[in-house]
């Protein structure tokens, strides 16, 4: 079993009022634009491929809260742990296609 622990920090920064910055990493999930600083940390354990990710909320575009959000959903609905790189391309085609349906 792999221990891999892991640290995530995120800020609106100076102008914005709300967190657009969303992450996913093997099953924990942060979609909550209220939180800021997004300060989170944690150790996850497995044998199996997994995914990590960050999604930058593009700040100063229209909804990219929202498209960071449903990127962020869309990785934990994916299943990584068989074939990693078929997993990510799913994840890739499942993200864009969610995000221009809501768009």
Sequence with gaps: MRNISYAVLSDTGLIRTNNEDNFFVGSVINTDPTVSPVAFYGDYNTDLPF???????????????????????????????????????LFARTANRRICEFA
Excluded: K
């Design 51 to 89: 995914f990590m990710g960050v999604f930058d909320g593009m700040g100063g575009a229209d909804c990219g809260e929202d498209a960071s959000r449903i990127a962020a959903e869309t990785a934990s609905m994916t299943d990584f742990s068989t074939d990693g790189q078929s997993a990510l391309m």
